[in-house]
């Protein structure tokens, strides 16, 4: 089998915001047969231009995972080009049990920007390959942002959706969120030894190691700080935010997701504690 290795073609998406940075890379590889990652928003000028970018060549769809600026524009570009959407499943799968009873019980509400009408056509397992005369894609399964996020190896070159960003530390936000699983999927990353990563939101990262470790650090760095303001005085997770982040009013809920998911893994651990069954409002004390 012949393979052209060229670089991707990254089309950035109009949906710029302080989640998303400058918006969405939609990646492009192949020559004859085009694969597509991320299509991104549901926009018609930037779908036309990934269909005008194709070529008519466009055969594969691949969604990272089920949020909108990720896969809300999947239905419509497979109208448009014939090709089939290929991902873990849709917005609620891959959750950890936890997570599956915190979504259940109602106590935790569901994750920001959730695709709840994405349905693939074709359902990727962790570790599958899909290859063509052009390309081999491998799948991984990289919970932690969201329970069906994927990961797309690309022979040294990883398309790694959110789960890494080289701008800002990822949102992890339950129940779709779970830093447990972020810091198995940083670990997964590690040992797949990518050379590169391609957030799809933001630039390459281009020391893949020294930018997993700087992450994980950064987590292990909140939980102590979560712990040692809850020595001082038991809060919730709302309250535990504004008193450790730094950010504007607009991104509070935001950090308070972030630090909810950082109470439910150190409560799992035996860290921490609080009164009745966790929900977001719980009141949390150190143990």
Known sequence: MSRMKKEPRCILAPNPSPLTGPGTNSFLIG???????DPGP????HLERIVEAGAGRISHIFVTHAHRDH???????????????????????????????LAASGLVGGGEGLDMGFRPDILLADGQQIETADWRLRALH??????????????????????????SSTLISP?????????????????AAPHRLLPAHGDPVETPSAR???????RRERSAQILASLRQEPAEAAMLARRIYDVPPELLPAATR???????????????????????????RSV
């Open 258 to 284: 972030n630090v909810l998911a950082h109470l439910v893994a150190l409560a799992g651990l035996g860290a921490v504690n609080c009164d009745g069954e966790l929900t977001a409002e719980s009141i949390f």
């Open 175 to 191: 129940p779709d969120g779970d830093l447990a699983d972020f810091f198995r999927s940083l670990d997964r990353i590690g040992m």
């Open 212 to 218: 997993l470790a700087e992450l994980a650090a950064h």
């Open 142 to 167: 990289t919970p932690g942002h969201c329970g069906n996020h994927l990961c797309f190896q690309w022979d040294d070159v990883m398309f790694c959706g959110d789960i890494v960003l080289g701008w």
């Open 42 to 45: 549901d926009d018609p000028g």
């Open 71 to 101: 896969s809300a524009g999947a239905a419509t570009l497979a109208g448009m080009t014939g090709a089939p959407v290929l991902a873990f499943g849709t917005a609620e799968t891959g959750r950890s049990p936890i997570m599956q009873r």
């Open 31 to 37: 020559h004859d047969h085009v694969a597509v990652i």
